[in-house]
């Protein structure tokens, strides 16, 4: 995780929030930048207008504008607020109408540093030595020795890495770009321009560039002020709080139930209760298929960025998929039959959540990182909250969801009691990228056996999403 980045973003929310609670952030907003960057002080970049023009494109995202909708590189951030808020007081979705195919990511063009393309080079540790283990290892010829060098033929060179693994005095190395090595499915690389750009057709909102970026270039678009002048105008949210939180924020999950009612939210929840549903209508939903072939293979459904890969780049096994909901949306209807008129605000660690709650009809999402913005903000301390009295927890293989295997160990024990000698022939994928989709591809197509696939978009389960606090 990019610590630099993710701890500038906590702050800038955090000057937000504060502003905004003392009604003065449409005159403070556009001195953020100056504020954080004054005149005559040290530069993260070449100078300390292109820091603050960094920074103004950050509190835009906060806002909830996306960088690639920017028309008038002239207009306020002040101005910026001004349409939110006229939005909100007349119903109106601002963040529906810059919806940019309703991505919740966009790119910050001044902050992207325009990463030369990847390649394999010679540095100057190579002793030109006489086995030349790089060349005999290269299985292009793209590596010949110039001058007791060795020289790389880059229009030959695959970027294998073999010569890098070959050299005994680590003479090779493999330059990247971080956000393009990150990426699963290939949704971002410069353009003309040398910048980053999403291809958002591709994009299945992991938000592993999100994290790749060593500059920070690559942003949320926030629902942060949405919530804020929901809260001010009286409206009764709910915070359903994502299973991952424990590993977030200190303390109990209870404890944080209360730190979100001393927030303003009229309402708490732990989403894991959702999760419990979820156990048992996908589980019910796996007896079936399996009484009907007990080789047929089923894919988890609760990670979004695994239901955008399969419905944009393996569209042919989207019948694999299951059909359950996920439990932020079991939770919003948990809560909607409890009070329709409760606004529901999904609080996790996820990128792709953002686009599967316009999907699901779920009002808000709100990041850990966010959630702890305000509670700073707000000078709320988690660890000395007293525990909200849940009219009762959520069972603890629900709680686990957020933990990788964890919902296979969930489906495994309801099952158990469902089928006499049942079997799970269960795998599991830890983590998407490049390598393990080519291993998705052989479980789906049937060449490695499964009857159960979990997939985690995240190593490790949703606690280590691209949202969650390091």
């Excluded at 207008?49 to 960088?67: C, E, F, N, P, Q």
């Excluded at 030109?128 to 010829?141: L, V, W």
Aim: glycine share 6%; proline share 6%.
């Amino acid at each position: 995780m990019n610590q630099a980045a993710q701890y500038i973003r906590r702050e800038l929310a955090i000057r937000l929030v504060r502003a905004f609670d003392a009604g003065k952030l449409r005159e403070e907003i556009d001195q953020i930048a100056v504020k954080m960057r004054p005149k005559n002080e040290p530069s993260s970049r070449c100078c300390v207008y292109h820091d603050r023009a960094v920074i103004k494109y950050r509190l835009m995202a906060l806002l909830g504008y996306s960088t690639e909708d920017e028309s008038d590189e002239a207009k306020m951030l002040a101005s910026y607020l001004d349409d939110i808020i006229a939005d909100v007081e007349q119903g109106k979705d601002p963040y529906a109408k810059l919806d940019h195919r309703m991505s919740p990511l966009s790119v910050c063009g001044p902050a992207c540093s325009g990463c030369p393309d990847a390649k394999v080079v010679t540095t100057e540790n190579c002793r030109g030595c006489f086995a030349r283990p790089c060349m005999y290892n290269c299985p292009k010829k793209a590596v010949s020795i110039v001058g007791g060098r060795s020289v790389i033929d880059q229009s030959l060179c695959i970027k294998c890495g073999k010569c890098v693994t070959a050299c005994p005095y680590h003479a090779i190395v493999k330059t990247s770009v971080p956000c393009e090595d990150a990426c699963p499915v290939g949704a971002i690389k410069k353009n003309e321009f040398g910048v980053a750009q999403i291809d958002f057709a591709k994009c299945i909102f992991c938000g592993k560039c999100f994290n790749a970026c060593p500059f920070g270039a690559v942003m949320e678009r926030s629902q942060l002020m949405q919530i804020l002048l929901a809260m001010k105008k009286g409206e009764k949210l709910v915070a359903m709080v994502a299973p991952a939180a424990t590993k977030s924020f200190p303390g109990k999950i209870e404890q944080l139930l209360t730190a979100c009612k001393k927030a303003g939210f009229a309402e708490v929840m732990e989403v894991a209760l959702g999760a419990e549903k979820t156990t048992r209508h996908e589980t019910a939903e796996f007896v079936e298929r399996y009484e009907r072939d007990p080789k047929t293979l089923m894919t988890t459904s609760c990670c979004p960025a695994w239901v955008n890969l399969v419905a944009k780049h393996l569209p042919d096994f989207i019948d694999k998929v299951s059909l359950t909901p996920s439990p932020m949306v079991y939770s919003r209807e948990m809560m909607k039959e409890k009070n329709p008129t409760l606004k529901t605000v999904f609080i996790g660690p996820c990128v792709a959540k953002r686009s599967e709650a316009r999907r699901k009809d779920v009002d808000f999402v709100l990041s850990f990182e966010e959630l702890g913005a305000i509670l700073a903000a707000r000078n709320i301390d988690v660890m000395t909250c007293e525990a909200y009295p849940v009219e009762r927890p959520a069972e603890a293989t629900a709680r686990n969801y957020s933990k990788s295997c964890g919902v296979t160990e969930a489906v495994i024990k309801e099952a158990l009691s469902k089928i006499p000698d049942f079997k799970l022939n269960s795998k599991q994928i830890n983590g998407i990228d490049k390598k393990q989709i080519a291993m998705i591809k052989m479980y789906l197509s049937g060449k490695i056996p499964t009857n159960f696939l979990e997939v985690m978009a995240c190593p490790g389960g949703c606690e280590n999403g691209p949202c969650s606090i390091g």
